[in-house]
């Protein structure tokens, strides 16, 4: 009856009350991924992200190693980009068991790291020894 409430309410514009018939209804129904994709899924349509980031990271929780994990972590990574939070977006990512790609300001302290490391001049390459001209 909970989830009729709350997709009326949001059929009427009343986003708080369909919020909270959501919440009311889930916190009566057992804790496991299918019961918390619903709520998950009508409040990030509604825009309450923040709330959507904390459901979806539980689910993930419950989530199943491999594909589900995956799926449920990739979820959560498009969840927090679209609430601006950037960082844990990545850390989510890096939550599938792979280690990530370094992020471009990773790259450019190791690319600042590896020059002063290089041989001095002009050249942003070492040089090499050039072979003798040849001719004939």
Known sequence: MQLVRANHAARQGDREASRRFLLDWAATE?????????????????GFLDGTVGIQTEAASLAEPGFDRAHALLTLTGLHRRAGHF???????????RPC????????????????????????????????????
């Open 30 to 46: 057992p804790r496991t991924r299918q019961t918390l994709n619903e709520p998950q899924f009508h409040l990030a349509q509604l």
């Open 87 to 97: 960082a844990e977006a990545r850390q989510a990512l890096c939550g599938c068991g």
């Open 101 to 136: 790609p370094p992020t471009p300001t990773e790259r450019r302290r190791d690319s600042d790291a590896t020059s002063s490391v290089r041989t001095s001049g002009s050249s942003r390459w070492p040089r090499t020894r050039s072979r003798p001209a040849t001719h004939g």
